[in-house]
């Protein structure tokens, strides 16, 4: 099944304690983003990878880091968590531009106290 | 920058009936593609419907389909035959053609649907 998969679904944390959240799709997509949704902003975008290697940000970055050494992996990681990234986040993943429908992951929860 | 606006922030319908969500945008580009997803309370984000803007005819996928404006930048979503099902955030969303594609969101509308 296609399908684009985050892990953990809910995570709550304190300030200051590194995580990462894992993404990996199984559709041998070029594009992959991080967005995060936070209520009345809708979705914004935090960092994107166009393919292995090219990692750029987007809208809102500041406080996190991304890699992909791998074309299906996309690992969001947060150094030194504040309260304000408290959110639900979400990885997508599309063919490399245009049309192509961006697949998402079902969401992260995350809670930083 | 692109923008995308939506001003309905909660809407309802009664079951059965039809509605139409609104959505404008802003952009210079010509080339350029305009999406309608839907989030229901899973939080799982679901592809309704996409708009390329150098198709004249408007997208339809089953009881849903697009207004697409292209002159005054509109994109509202009609959803006919309203069922209980169709309850959930809707997003409008626009993607540059060319270059760094990020999906550019508006806020939502929460949709209600009264049985």
């Known amino acids: 099944e296609a399908q684009v998969t985050q892990n953990p679904r809910y995570l709550i944390t304190v300030t200051g304690k590194k995580l990462t959240v894992t993404c990996s799709q199984n559709?041998?997509?070029?594009?992959m983003s991080w967005y995060r949704q936070d209520p009345g902003l809708g979705l914004r975008q935090i960092y994107y990878?166009?393919?292995?290697?090219?990692?750029d940000k987007g809208d809102v970055p500041e406080g996190y880091k991304v890699s992909r050494k791998e074309k299906r992996n996309f690992p969001l990681i947060l150094e030194s968590p504040s309260p304000n990234q408290t959110s639900l986040y979400f990885c997508?993943?599309?063919?490399?531009?245009?049309?192509?429908?961006?697949?998402f992951g079902p969401g992260t929860r995350l809670t930083v106290t | 920058a692109q923008t995308v606006t939506q001003s309905q922030p909660e809407m309802s319908v009664q079951e059965a009936e039809t509605v139409t969500l609104s959505c404008t945008y802003d952009?210079?580009?010509?080339?350029?593609?305009l999406f309608w997803y839907k989030q229901p309370p899973s939080r799982q984000m679901i592809l309704v419907i996409r708009?390329?803007?150098?198709?004249?005819q408007n997208a339809t996928e089953n009881r849903f389909s697009v207004n697409f404006q292209k002159a005054a930048k509109s994109f509202s979503l009609k959803i006919s035959d309203s069922q209980l099902g169709d309850a959930a955030m809707y997003f409008c969303?626009?993607?540059?053609?060319?270059?760094?594609?990020?999906?550019?969101f508006g806020k939502g509308t929460r949709l209600s649907v009264i049985a």
């Open positions: 708009q390329e803007a150098y198709k004249q």
């Open positions: 969303a626009y993607r540059r053609g060319s270059g760094n594609t990020p999906l550019v």
């Open positions: 559709m041998n997509h070029e594009y």
């Open positions: 990878s166009m393919n292995v290697e090219v990692t």
């Open positions: 952009t210079s580009e010509s080339d350029y593609y």
């Open positions: 997508a993943s599309s063919f490399h531009q245009g049309p192509y429908e961006q697949y």
